[in-house]
């Protein structure tokens, strides 16, 4: 069976740090991957998809990027955190393929910067 | 920017009973789909309907998708305390790049007490 896993749960960092944000999936080949903002009592916003190695597209601009170094892997990264970064993070993968497909979610990071 | 729009934002009713959320969405669309997300947690995908489907069952789930006007609903029949959670609509877009994106709505916030 399929699982995604997202670390780390939770993360205080000061405004000005780095960041780098992992998720790794297990069980499938070539899934598509996200990487989803939602702030408190709010809807998802998507960040990043990627329906390959190496292959990122953005979705709104911003203060963050993207990379997937290997098939299963996927990571959020920021040179300098803003304090308009604090939120939570959920990573999700699909089945490759144009759509129609659902979603799986991890169970997110919690970011807060102070 | 987000496409739907869940209706009502918050519905707290007792156990036993059933629940009926509401989603309305703009562009045209090749799914939707209902997701759950538990406090904290990641999402769980509930339920995909397709754009040439009006209803479809799981379980206690129902899902209707009037693509005439542009909306869906949800039902939870005879409800229990562990129903408890947020619940999303999601919206899959037409068109050959579409890579499985999804559009989120804001949620609606279930609360049934027991």
């Known amino acids: 069976s399929q699982t995604i896993h997202q670390w780390p749960a939770t993360l205080v960092q000061p405004v000005g740090s780095p960041l780098s944000l992992e998720c790794t999936v297990e069980g499938t080949s070539n899934p598509n991957l996200y990487w989803y903002r939602q702030a408190a009592g709010r809807g998802l916003q998507l960040l990043f998809y990627s329906v390959g190695i190496g292959q990122i597209s953005s979705e709104v601009p911003q203060n963050l990027s993207a990379s997937r170094p290997q098939d299963r892997q996927f990571i959020l990264s920021s040179k300098k955190l803003l304090l308009s970064d604090s939120g939570f993070y959920l990573c999700?993968?699909?089945?490759?393929?144009?759509?129609?497909?659902?979603?799986?979610f991890g169970d997110g990071t919690r970011l807060s910067i102070l | 920017s987000q496409q739907g729009e869940e209706d009502p934002q918050a519905l707290s009713i007792q156990e036993g009973e059933n629940a009926t959320m509401n989603c309305s969405y703009k562009?045209?669309?090749?799914?939707l789909q209902w997701y759950r997300q538990n406090s904290g947690r990641g999402l769980v995908h509930l339920i995909l309907i397709r754009s040439n489907e009006r209803e479809k069952h799981s379980g206690r789930l129902r899902v209707t998708l009037d693509t005439s006007k542009k909306s869906s609903s949800l039902l939870i029949t005879a409800s229990r305390a562990a129903d408890t959670a947020s619940y999303f609509c999601?919206?899959?877009?037409?068109?050959?790049?579409?890579?499985?994106?999804?559009?989120f709505g804001q949620g609606t916030i279930l609360t049934v007490h027991p």
């Open positions: 999601a919206t899959g877009g037409t068109g050959g790049t579409s890579y499985g994106k999804l559009t």
């Open positions: 999700a993968w699909s089945r490759y393929g144009q759509g129609g497909q659902p979603q799986h």
């Open positions: 562009t045209s669309i090749n799914n």
